[in-house]
């Protein structure tokens, strides 16, 4: 058989996930958010700085306020102390500032001598060893932003240092976008529950943990429909129950083509599919379609594969962006760069391969080495791996060669 055959009726990756940034409609709305709730959120409109930052020349670091026009071999007289948070004065004429980090700079002194570099002499004048140079350590006011200046822009992520900016600003309160509310189904009657008792064959349900942690990450409010019942009833009442209380809805098995795989047709009767099956290893069967609300396009359903590493990538590369978009952000290129290979394997026919290695630099440069096994099944490897090395269908690997690798690094915020 043709690898063009093995292929067939499959959706390039990249095509597969340029068709999900495109789709994504960001939520509508705005709310009021107090900045210690924020971490995380997404921006709802630009945010433009109310301060000068800094508010007023202040001193970098411990030292000394001084003009250096009168500074000479004779010292200076220490006549001004100037503690942070004290008010801005003047400095007067022939002496200088002891001067702390922070502290407003005296009107009229133009330097600030670090205090490693002076010596108080026995009548308490300070001496200078070095160059000293005009405006040296001192923060101008305005010289990071003005006020009115662009601060973030709309669909920005509220991280540890846009929090602190904004605090630094003044703000309290910023608007955000709603909250992404996520249906997750997991399906398959095999699925169990940790911490219950494990007949043979029954799985405990590995994806449903993973999932809610990458939603949540991802700051999504999630909705736990827990393990659906491998029917197509249960499968169409779970899917209307999510229809109607989620902005997306997320179920893990059933997407393959098997006669107990339901989530196709069950979509095609609630709704529609707009594709299913992209050309890569693992994660072929991911599926994507809307469930008819009565709205032009309804409530867009992600089928993500049951094995669990297949639907950790398909997360990954298909679903993440899809949400991004949904939450307003901006959808970044895939991280890559070339890394040398330190293994060799044979080539996957018809599919692009993403294959779980680590990465070893002891030679100064990295070379990738496979995590573990590279089942669908088997979450060890991918637990452990640095990243993946992306192979063209029908490539082979060959040790020391080059070849694309993407960072795991890149799919977590």
């Known amino acids: 058989m043709s690898c063009a055959n093995l292929a067939k009726g499959l959706l390039d990756l990249d095509v597969a996930r340029a068709r999900m940034i495109a789709a994504a409609e960001p939520v509508q709305g705005e709310a009021l958010v107090a900045l210690e709730q924020a971490f995380g959120r997404v921006l709802a409109c630009d945010l433009a700085a109310r301060l000068d930052m800094p508010g007023i020349d202040n001193s970098a670091m411990d030292g000394y306020a001084l003009r250096l026009s009168e500074l000479g071999e004779q010292g200076l007289p220490v006549v001004l102390r100037v503690p942070a948070g004290a008010a801005v004065s003047a400095l007067p004429e022939g002496g200088c500032a002891r001067i702390f980090t922070g502290a407003p700079v005296p009107e009229g002194a133009d330097c600030v001598i670090p205090q490693e570099r002076v010596t108080l002499d026995g009548e308490g004048r300070m001496h200078v060893s070095g160059e000293a140079k005009p405006g040296a350590n001192i923060r101008r006011r305005g010289e990071e932003y003005r006020a009115g200046d662009a601060l973030l822009p709309a669909g920005a992520t509220l991280n540890a240092a846009a929090l602190a900016m904004l605090a630094s600003q003044g703000f309290a309160e910023v608007p955000v976008l709603p909250q992404l509310k996520v249906a997750l189904i997991s399906t398959g009657d095999e699925l169990i529950e940790p911490g219950e008792p494990a007949s043979p064959g029954q799985v405990y349900n590995s994806n449903r943990v993973m999932l809610q942690a990458l939603l949540e990450q991802q700051g999504c409010n999630v909705i736990d429909l827990g393990i659906i019942a491998d029917t197509a009833e249960a499968l169409h009442e779970a899917f209307v129950v999510s229809r109607d209380s989620a902005d997306l809805v997320i179920c893990t098995g059933g997407v393959s083509v098997g006669e107990e795989d339901h989530v196709r047709p069950v979509l095609d009767a609630l709704g529609g599919l707009v594709f299913h099956g992209v050309a890569m290893k693992p994660g072929k069967p991911f599926a994507f379609g809307y469930l008819d609300d009565g709205s032009p396009e309804g409530v867009p359903l992600i089928g993500l594969p049951g094995n669990p590493v297949a639907s950790l990538v398909g997360w990954q590369l298909l679903a993440r962006p899809f949400v991004q978009g949904c939450q307003g952000r ?29 990465l070893d630099w002891q030679g100064g440069l990295p070379v990738a080495f496979l995590a573990g096994g590279q089942g669908s099944h088997m979450l060890r490897a991918a637990s452990q791996a640095h990243g993946y090395l992306m192979m063209a269908a029908d490539t082979d690997v060959e040790e020391g060669h080059e070849y694309p690798y993407l960072p795991a690094g890149q799919f977590v915020d």
Do not use: H, I, K
């Open 330 to 358: 901006t959808v970044g290129p895939l991280q890559q760069f070339n890394v040398r290979a330190g293994f060799s394997r044979r080539g996957n026919l018809g599919r692009r391969e993403l294959l779980r290695v680590v």
